[in-house]
């Protein structure tokens, strides 16, 4: 008798135990690639939104004047106040087509609480108890939140607040604004950041 040509039941098993042992390499590998590109999506989706949380207080620093306001107590604030927690200041908010075609004087704040990093705003510079205030979450996972300002003589950890000029008595730093704000502070995932952000020269309000 002729043997007829084919596999045995050995050699099918054979195959296929190799056959399953590729697809599960390559399936573990595209698991792999899959988890890769899913965390830098992450990554890059946090630092987008760090640069643009960053990008906006820094434009409003830039728009700050020499402005103080009346609070909700009544009493006169500065044009800017800083703690080590955040900092309020007044902006000359640019024009928004026409609908609002000339610039509108406003009150902002930012601030560190919760983990967050939040912007503040008040639509008037000078307001009482009814006046509306919005909050917004710029930034989440924020920790070890520092605010300190650059003054004439000193870097200070508060403003206005006391500095020592050289050759002169200690007092109150005269200036309306800072010449800058620096902001470190702890992001989950993605470590310590610090920037330096700088203050209008000519923080005069527009008549």
Known sequence: MTRTAGFTLLEVLVATAIVAVVAALAWGGLQSLARAQQVLVERQAALASLQRGIGRLERDLRQAIDRPIRAEDGVR???LVGTGEGVELTRLALSGGWQSPSPAIERLAWRCR???LQRLRWPVADRDRATPITVEDVLIGVSDCRWRYLGAAAVLDQWPGPSTVVGGPSGLDTGALPRAVELRF???GEG?????LELPADPRPTP
């Open 77 to 79: 604030r500065p044009a």
């Open 186 to 188: 702890q992001l989950a």
């Open 192 to 196: 310590q950041f610090r920037r330096l």
């Open 114 to 116: 919760d983990d967050r």
